[in-house]
């Protein structure tokens, strides 16, 4: 897209160059032409089309010079840090993210010094909101002197990864906020909160789905998701187990030729997904449902005493019964490759605020750390309903999860779908480099002052510029932020 001032400039060089050919100037007319356009290079002259129609245009044109002038404001590198700078851009531009700080600050009863790094942040990030029509930049410096205190062995000075510094940045901010929350003794989710990974055993006490209702109102963040793994057997159709991981970050690998670090053409984001989410063979894993179908079969057939028989079709098919000892399945044949056994994952709960990231770093056949160079194309609106559903088994315990895991909302149809805030883009190789960030930011429509449009900034630590949408999807995205809708 030109801006109109330069389309306007153009016009005007050729007619002063058309006159000028057509008649003889003096020395002193050149040198006012030569002021003239410095005058308008300088935007001195407002609206251009007065001089040459003598009529005046709308207001909404000056209105769209003007909005064209707008910006956010940058972030000054205090050294090596453009891989938090643009962690904070980013979360500058996830509105639920900003309201969640705000939120923990409002019902917090503790002082501020309990709170340096969610002030800070908090703070900065409202900062970083601020559309103006002069280029400002902002500080880090006071979140990074409130990080350091918590991760003590990440130098925020020195090139780090971005998806490891958001990381550390919102296991800071729950270490800070954890004090809203105490557990009691006796509650089962004292178990479940400080774990990474939890199994669904029984149905939650009532004094458990209270302290879970706290836990929801306290803790729970808006990067906070759940995946459930589920590891079924084909052959006889039993679900082995189901288990539950929360994540931040979605890791996802991007699809490459073989045995080449760059990445197929026209790879897009739901492959990726498709690839992290999608059934996998888990190879010689011993079924003991299988195994005990089969030597019911086998004892039948070598005639077997029927209590025999019975007992192992009364067992339970555990790890931990005795049937393998019985002294006639001793020399019964069995391979573990009998069984087919699948292991998949699915998205049990929706995060607020999902962070996808590509994966761009490979080790080469020599051992070699190499940067996985092409495009993922990613859509603005993403539908992650389509990967919520497993095909293997999670939806037996579907209800009983769902009034698990969020009983608040379990009677509550939650969709999927989410628009893209924001894009994180790395230059270099592996370990070196730049990262820059594409950020949209939510204005007034010119047209509708009650609807709001998204703007696109490019920013690189304190240089701002707009873009349009064909920019932002065309770049070679490591980190993607989605907001639900």
């Known amino acids: 897209m030109v801006p109109r001032r330069v389309s306007d400039t153009k016009a005007i060089v050729r007619i002063l160059t058309q006159t000028f050919r057509a008649s003889q100037l003096s020395v002193a007319s050149l040198l006012g032409v030569a002021g003239f356009l410095y005058a308008l290079k300088s935007g001195r002259f407002r609206n251009l089309n007065l001089l040459f129609s003598g009529t005046r245009q709308d207001d909404e044109d000056d209105d769209d010079d003007d909005d064209d002038a707008m910006l956010v404001p940058g972030l000054q590198n205090l050294g090596n840090n453009c891989f938090l700078n643009v962690i904070l851009q980013a979360l500058a531009s996830c509105k639920d993210f900003r309201s969640y700080l705000q939120w923990v600050i409002d019902d917090a009863s503790e002082t501020d010094e309990q709170f340096p790094l969610t002030l800070a942040l908090s703070d900065l990030l409202q900062e970083l909101c601020t559309v103006g029509r002069s280029h400002s930049v902002s500080s880090p410096r006071q979140v990074?002197?409130?990080?350091?205190?918590?991760?003590?062995?990440?130098?925020?000075?020195?090139?780090?990864?971005?998806?490891?510094?958001?990381?550390?940045?919102?296991?800071?901010?729950?270490?800070?906020?954890?004090?809203?929350?105490?557990?009691?003794?006796?509650?089962?989710?004292?178990?479940?909160?400080?774990?990474?990974?939890?199994?669904?055993?029984?149905?939650?006490?009532?004094?458990?789905?209270?302290?879970?209702?706290?836990?929801?109102?306290?803790?729970?963040?808006?990067?906070?998701?759940?995946?459930?793994?589920?590891?079924?057997?084909?052959?006889?159709?039993?679900?082995?187990?189901?288990?539950?991981?929360?994540?931040?970050?979605?890791?996802?690998?991007?699809?490459?030729?073989?045995?080449?670090?760059?990445?197929?053409?026209?790879?897009?984001?739901?492959?990726?997904?498709?690839?992290?989410?999608?059934?996998?063979?888990?190879?010689?894993?011993?079924?003991?449902?299988?195994?005990?179908?089969?030597?019911?079969?086998?004892?039948?057939?070598?005639?077997?005493?029927?209590?025999?028989i019975e007992k192992i079709k009364n067992c339970g098919g555990d790890d931990k019964c005795d049937c393998k000892a019985s002294h006639h399945l001793q020399r019964m044949p069995w391979s573990n490759s009998y069984s087919f056994i699948l292991k998949q994952l699915t998205i049990a709960r929706f995060p607020k605020l999902l962070c996808v990231q590509v994966q761009r770093a490979s080790l080469n056949m020599f051992g070699e750390s190499v940067k996985l160079s092409g495009h993922v194309a990613f859509p603005l609106v993403l539908d992650l309903s389509l990967f919520s559903q497993s095909s293997i088994g999670l939806n037996i315990e579907k209800n009983e999860v769902s009034q698990y895991l969020n009983p608040e909302a379990s009677s509550r149809n939650h969709g999927g779908m989410y628009r893209l805030v924001t894009v994180v883009e790395h230059f270099g190789m592996t370990g070196s480099g730049h990262y820059t960030v594409y950020r949209s930011v939510r204005v007034a429509s010119q047209e509708d002052a009650d609807c709001e449009e998204s703007r696109w900034f490019s920013i690189s630590d304190s240089e701002v510029g707009r873009v349009s949408e064909s920019d932002v999807l065309g770049a070679e995205a490591s980190l993607l932020f989605y907001e639900k809708l």
């Open 144 to 308: 990074m002197l409130a990080l350091t205190h918590y991760v003590r062995n990440f130098n925020l000075t020195c090139q780090q990864d971005a998806a490891e510094a958001l990381l550390h940045l919102i296991s800071s901010l729950q270490e800070e906020i954890v004090v809203c929350y105490r557990p009691t003794k006796t509650s089962n989710l004292s178990d479940i909160m400080f774990s990474r990974n939890l199994r669904m055993v029984a149905a939650p006490s009532e004094d458990g789905l209270n302290d879970l209702k706290r836990w929801h109102k306290h803790l729970r963040g808006p990067f906070d998701g759940i995946l459930g793994s589920t590891l079924m057997c084909r052959t006889c159709s039993s679900q082995i187990s189901l288990e539950f991981q929360f994540f931040h970050t979605l890791p996802l690998s991007p699809l490459l030729y073989s045995g080449s670090s760059n990445i197929v053409l026209g790879c897009t984001l739901e492959n990726c997904l498709k690839k992290f989410l999608g059934a996998e063979k888990v190879e010689n894993y011993f079924c003991h449902r299988c195994w005990h179908v089969a030597a019911v079969k086998y004892s039948s057939a070598m005639r077997a005493a029927e209590t025999d």
